[in-house]
C-alpha cells in the first residue's frame, strides 16, 4: 500500500499530578530524519521511542514532542523536618537562657511551633520515576499506530490521484501514437523537400550517401522509441503502486524518465497536433511529480 510522509498523531495521558502531551508529526524528506523533543529525567524512552519509530518508518522527515506539566495540589500540607529542627532547637536555648536569668516562660504549644515560619509548607507530590517511564513506554506503540494509520489514510489519497494521472498519461500516449502515424505524409513530404535540396546544394552524390541522410532525417523525427518508453514507465509505475514496499525514491526517479520523454517527444514532433499532445503530457507529469514528493 502506497504511504504518505506526511501525518500528523497526538496523545495525552496521566499519572497522579503528572499529565503529559504527544505530538508527533511527519512531512516529505529525501531520506529518514528523526528529531525528538524530551524532557529531562525519564531514561529509557527516547532509546525505546527510536527504536519503534525507526522500525516502522523508511522515510521521512518526523518531530516527536513530549510536554509534561503538574497539576497543583492546594490543600496538602507537609512539615519541613529541616526547618522544624531548626525552630525546636531555638526554643530550647530560649528557655535554657531564661532559666539562667531566673525568668520562667510558659511551655510553647504545638500550635506555636506549627506557626513559625517555614515549619509547615505545601506538600510536594513524590513521582514515581520507574512507573512513569514505564506508562510513557507504553504509549508509545499507539502514538505510533495513529501516526501510521494517517499515513496510510493519506497514502491511499495519493494512490488514487497518482493512479489517475498515470491513466492520462497512458491516453496521451495513445493519442501521440496515433498523431505520430497521422502526420507519416507530412513528414515523407518533408524528407522528400530536404532530399531535394541536398541533391540541388552539390552536383554529384553517392547514393550511400543519399541513404545515409535519408536514414539521419528519418531518426530525428521518429518518436517510435519515446512512445514504446512511456508506455514501459506507465505499466513500471502502477507496479511501484501495488507494491507494498517503500517506493516514492523509485517513483521520483521514473518521474524524471517520463519527463525527459515528454522532452523528446516534443523536440522530434514536427506537427503542431503532436506538439499539443507533448505539452499535455509534460503538464501532467509535472503534477504527478508534486504528488509522489509526498509517497513514502
Avoid: Y
Wanted: charged share 25%; with cysteine; proline share 3%.
Amino acid at each position: 500500500m502506497t504511504q504518505s510522509m506526511t501525518a500528523f498523531a497526538s496523545r495525552t495521558g496521566a499519572l497522579g499530578p503528572v499529565l503529559w502531551s504527544w505530538e508527533m508529526r511527519g512531512v516529505n524528506a529525501r531520506g529518514f530524519d528523526l528529531r525528538l523533543r524530551m524532557p529531562e529525567g525519564l531514561d529509557g524512552v527516547e532509546p525505546a521511542l527510536r527504536s519503534a519509530v525507526g522500525d516502522a518508518i523508511a522515510r521521512g522527515n518526523v518531530t516527536v514532542n513530549l510536554r509534561l506539566n503538574r497539576e497543583e495540589t492546594a490543600g496538602e500540607l507537609a512539615i519541613d523536618e529541616t526547618r522544624l529542627d531548626a525552630v525546636l532547637a531555638a526554643l530550647d536555648t530560649v528557655q535554657e537562657r531564661a532559666f539562667t536569668k531566673g525568668v520562667t516562660l510558659a511551655q510553647p504549644t504545638a500550635a506555636d511551633v506549627l506557626g513559625q515560619r517555614g515549619v509547615l509548607v505545601a506538600a510536594q507530590p513524590q513521582d514515581d520515576a520507574e512507573q512513569l517511564v514505564a506508562v510513557l513506554k507504553s504509549d508509545i506503540p499507539l502514538l505510533l499506530a495513529d501516526f501510521c494509520e494517517m499515513r496510510r489514510t493519506e497514502g491511499a489519497a495519493l494512490h488514487d490521484v497518482v493512479a489517475g494521472q498515470l491513466n492520462q498519461i497512458a491516453i496521451l500516449t495513445e493519442d501521440a501514437a496515433k498523431a505520430a502515424a497521422d502526420r507519416a505524409p507530412q513528414v515523407q513530404e518533408n524528407l522528400t523537400n530536404a532530399l531535394r535540396r541536398v541533391l540541388d546544394d552539390v552536383a554529384e552524390v553517392e547514393e550511400g550517401r543519399i541513404a545515409q541522410e535519408l536514414a539521419l532525417l528519418a531518426m530525428k523525427s521518429d518518436v517510435t522509441e519515446e512512445i514504446d518508453r512511456l508506455k514501459s514507465h506507465v505499466q513500471a509505475a502502477r507496479d511501484l503502486l501495488a507494491d507494498d514496499k517503500p517506493s516514492g525514491r523509485k517513483f521520483d526517479f521514473l518521474a524524471q524518465e517520463f519527463n525527459r520523454e515528454a522532452n523528446t517527444l516534443c523536440a522530434k514532433a514536427q506537427s503542431a497536433p503532436l506538439t499539443a499532445i507533448g505539452l499535455d503530457l509534460k503538464a501532467v507529469i509535472d503534477q504527478m511529480r508534486e504528488q509522489i514528493q509526498n509517497v513514502e
